[in-house]
């Protein structure tokens, strides 16, 4: 009994965590289980919104697959390389985490077992943080094409992308050990996948908790912010300097403006949606962890609803990288076309399609 009410004292922030543990065992009647143990608006809520986050991201996704995975037959460029990895890592959010979402509200408690806890818990992280990493690998790449092209290579792409997946390997892995299933102390029937008598302490599961906050979240950004920001300056110190020993060459500067324009917009894009997305359910991890009692004030829905917010993240990627880079590439042939047509009086030919990738390379 003592352990029960020990229990007792410790709130937490949803039905997974069981709570309530001096709930009488008995027969099974559903009716007798707190609001947050049973099916409710809350979970009808969140089924209605990945379903349609779901659909919204596989449609996205796959689109933007499929037109770079032609595209790299023409042009196996490294940043359609790692557009592709990154479709990857956002396909395995819509297909793994998200169905789980949705199963998980449908069942309330969890009925597929400890092993397929485990398993579930490592990909409802995995794709989440290849995400991440796959974005830092363009951001990075992005960095040396601009400011050490002559240090680019193939190698270094594909250690960075190997990097990713092995980093989000890692990290996801202890998911599988912490997570587990465990049976309500009294109400004999009702499971849960949940991380209880894990931890040695709080301030062991705040590490925890912290660590994974930096990895997926913190470290991106900061990378990302980093790498654009010196882009830009870089952009703006050739601008100023056109004579320059190490000045843009005279073939890109008809493209110079357009191409600081664009790298200016993709900035903030990339920052502005990778930031929105992350920050809201992160700034309520934070809240939670610095003051419990205040943070559990808030709507269990609101609580919910920014980690699925932040899910959003892979559904606007394809849209960030994908149709941006894609829209990119229809302006620079359409600018080709229109200059050959001037000059020369004639349909472009082969030579054109050889000016088209070069102007192109030139603004990216």
């Known amino acids: 009994m003592k352990d029960i009410e020990l229990e007792l004292e410790e709130e937490v922030l949803d039905h997974r965590n069981l709570i309530h543990w001096s709930l009488s065992n008995g027969t099974r009647n559903e009716t007798n289980l707190p609001l947050n143990m049973q099916f409710n608006d809350g979970h009808r809520l969140s089924i209605i919104v990945y379903s349609v986050l779901m659909a919204f991201s596989a449609v ?100 960075m992308v190997a990097s990713a997946w092995i980093g989000a390997c890692v990290c996801s892995a202890p998911q599988m050990a912490i997570f587990h299933v465990e049976v309500h102390p009294n109400v004999t029937w009702y499971y849960q996948c949940v991380t209880y008598n894990v931890f040695p302490s709080v301030a062991h599961e705040l590490a925890y908790v912290i660590g994974g906050m930096l990895m997926m979240y913190a470290l991106p950004l900061v990378v990302i912010i980093y790498s654009y920001a010196s882009i830009l300056l870089e952009i703006f110190r050739r601008t100023r300097n056109p004579g320059g020993a190490d000045s843009i060459t005279r073939s890109s500067l008809p493209f110079l403006g357009k191409a600081k324009i664009r790298t200016l917009k993709m900035t903030i894009i990339i920052v502005f949606v990778f930031f929105i997305c ?13 003051d419990r009692t205040s943070a559990l004030a808030v709507d269990e829905r609101v609580q919910k609803g920014l980690f699925l917010f932040a899910c959003t993240n892979s559904c606007m990627n394809p849209v960030v990288y994908g149709m941006f880079n894609i829209r990119t590439r229809r302006r620079g042939k359409v600018r080709t076309y229109t200059t050959s047509t001037h000059a020369n009086g004639t349909t472009p030919s082969l030579h054109s399609r050889t000016e088209t990738r070069l102007s192109i390379k030139s603004c990216h």
């Open 278 to 290: 992350w920050t809201p359910y992160q700034v309520m991890s934070i809240w939670y962890w610095y």
């Open 60 to 159: 996205a996704n796959i689109t933007v697959l499929v037109l770079i995975m032609k595209r790299r037959k023409k042009n196996p460029s490294r940043i359609n390389t790692m557009l592709v990895h990154l479709s990857i890592a956002d396909l395995l959010v819509t297909f793994l985490m998200m169905p789980l979402e949705i199963a998980w509200a449908s069942t309330v408690q969890w009925l597929a077992g400890d092993a397929m806890c485990r398993i579930m818990m490592f990909f409802r992280t995995f794709g989440l943080y290849l995400s991440s990493f796959i974005l830092v690998c363009i951001s990075v790449d992005r960095f040396y094409a601009v400011l050490k092209p002559l240090d680019m290579g193939n190698q270094r792409e594909k250690i």
